[in-house]
């Protein structure tokens, strides 16, 4: 009795296969994941998917629009569970650390924003305006609390950059400068993004007080 998986066998000559764009997408995610973005091409998912290139080409359209979608289907399933506390610090937190996970779960998300692709998904807008609302409740007008949610983002986006290009090489690791070894042994990088966060809500909140108090007769 045959135990070959029909997903993963060549289409026979004369017989091409047909795939739903849902197939190409969770293909696309599996490769971009495991080998980058790089290695995601029509002949790398056809031969995922036992189909011909072309067959995938036709079923999705570009790279580009693959691309958007991986990324869109990333965040709507790491976002899909978000509990968002009531006040604005926790929500300026749990932003940040979801955000974090997102990107450190599925790198391709990170490397395809830097190329071409917006971090934009079903939820996203709904997610910025929670953050946003979120900062004008500490006090900032609605200009800044839109440039603060930026502040944030860019500190774990840049935070995950340095995790995800580093890896887990040993030249990579903090503690081969001779100061950081001997003060930390060994480094913590949850440890360095939360003290991150720390930082960042308590300058949000300074800020956010002087700017009040600027405004108050």
Same mark, same amino acid.
């Given at each position: 009795?045959?135990?070959?998986?029909?997903?993963?066998?060549?289409? !026979? /000559?004369?017989? +091409?296969?047909?795939? @739903?764009?849902?197939?190409? %997408?969770?293909?696309? &995610?599996?490769? #971009?994941?495991?080998?980058?973005?790089?290695?995601?091409?029509?002949?790398?998912?056809?031969?995922?998917?036992?189909?011909?290139?072309?067959?995938?080409?036709?079923?999705?359209?570009?790279?580009?629009?693959?691309?958007?979608?991986?990324?869109?289907?990333?965040?709507?399933?790491?976002?899909?569970?978000?509990?968002?506390?009531?006040?604005?610090?926790?929500?300026?937190?749990?932003?940040?650390?979801?955000?974090?996970?997102?990107?450190?779960?599925?790198?391709?998300?990170?490397?395809?924003? !830097? /190329?071409?692709? +917006?971090?934009?998904? @079903?939820?996203?807008?709904? %997610?910025?305006?929670? &953050?946003?609302? #979120?900062?004008?409740?500490?006090?900032?007008?609605?200009?800044?609390?839109?440039?603060?949610?930026?502040?944030?983002?860019?500190?774990?986006?840049?935070?995950?950059?340095?995790?995800?290009?580093?890896?887990?090489?040993?030249?990579?690791?903090?503690?081969?400068?001779?100061?950081?070894?001997?003060?930390?042994?060994?480094?913590?990088?949850?440890?360095?993004?939360?003290?991150?966060?720390?930082?960042?809500?308590?300058?949000?909140?300074?800020?956010?007080?002087?700017?009040?108090?600027?405004?108050?007769?």
């Amino acid at each position: 009795m045959s135990t070959t998986d029909p997903a993963t066998t060549p289409r !026979r /000559r004369g017989r +091409p296969n047909a795939v @739903t764009r849902d197939q190409v %997408i969770d293909a696309g &995610v599996l490769v #971009a994941n495991d080998t980058g973005l790089e290695s995601l091409s029509f002949r790398a998912l056809g031969h995922v998917l036992g189909v011909a290139p072309t067959t995938v080409q036709r079923t999705i359209g570009d790279l580009d629009v693959l691309h958007a979608e991986l990324v869109r289907r990333s965040i709507d399933e790491a976002t899909a569970q978000i509990e968002w506390p009531d006040e604005w610090r926790g929500v300026v937190r749990t932003f940040a650390e979801h955000l974090l996970v997102l990107l450190l779960r599925h790198p391709l998300v990170l490397e395809s924003h !830097r /190329r071409r692709a +917006p971090l934009v998904s @079903t939820h996203s807008d709904q %997610i910025v305006r929670r &953050v946003v609302d #979120a900062l004008r409740e500490a006090g900032f007008d609605d200009e800044h609390a839109v440039y603060a949610f930026f502040v944030v983002y860019d500190f774990v986006i840049g935070h995950a950059s340095v995790r995800i290009g580093r890896g887990n090489s040993e030249e990579g690791r903090p503690e081969r400068h001779a100061l950081v070894g001997q003060i930390l042994g060994e480094h913590d990088y949850d440890e360095r993004f939360a003290l991150g966060i720390d930082l960042l809500v308590a300058g949000i909140e300074r800020v956010a007080e002087e700017r009040r108090s600027t405004l108050d007769p």
